[in-house]
């Protein structure tokens, strides 16, 4: 049930392109991403994508909330802010009993076509933690 090491980060920004033309230049390529219903890139270092750009669709931002929670974001100057951090791990069903006897609320999400499982919580500082188990 240990983390086992850091998956990816998400930036969570009203800058898209411009953003995805910086990790563009530090050599990340744009990469498959599973069918959001939000917008974003996944920036790719060789086969793994290790950012994650989300944006917010301002005409239909529930696609958003709804998958990854209501976050009250203040955006200086229309800039971006580190929307979570993700791990991958084993044994699901271990993390979620140890969560469910401390008391603490996480939601589960399904990605479509990756066979991926995830959990999110948020930590005491509001930073989500997403933990994601891929099937053997």
């Known amino acids: ?6 998956d990816h980060y ?3 920004t009203l800058r898209m392109e411009e953003t995805k033309d910086f990790y ?3 050599g990340l390529k744009i990469g498959p991403r599973p069918d959001f219903p939000f917008p974003g890139y996944w920036m790719y270092a060789g086969e ?3 950012v994650h750009l989300v ?14 929670g209501v976050k009250d974001y203040e955006f200086p100057d229309g800039g971006g802010a580190v ?3 993700a791990f991958r791990a084993t044994d699901p069903a271990g993390l979620k009993k140890i969560l469910e006897e401390r008391g ?3 939601r589960e999400r399904e990605v479509p076509n990756l066979g991926l499982l995830q959990i999110f919580a948020e930590d005491p500082n509001q ?3 997403e933990i994601n188990y891929y099937e053997e």
């Open 24 to 26: 563009e230049a530090l």
């Open 48 to 50: 793994m994508p290790v």
């Open 55 to 68: 944006g917010l669709d301002p005409d239909n931002p529930d696609g958003l909330y709804n998958y990854l």
């Open 127 to 129: 930073v989500t933690v």
């Open 10 to 12: 998400s930036i969570r």
């Open 104 to 106: 603490v609320r996480y």
């Open 1 to 6: 049930m240990p983390l086992e090491k850091i």
């Open 83 to 85: 929307d979570h951090l």
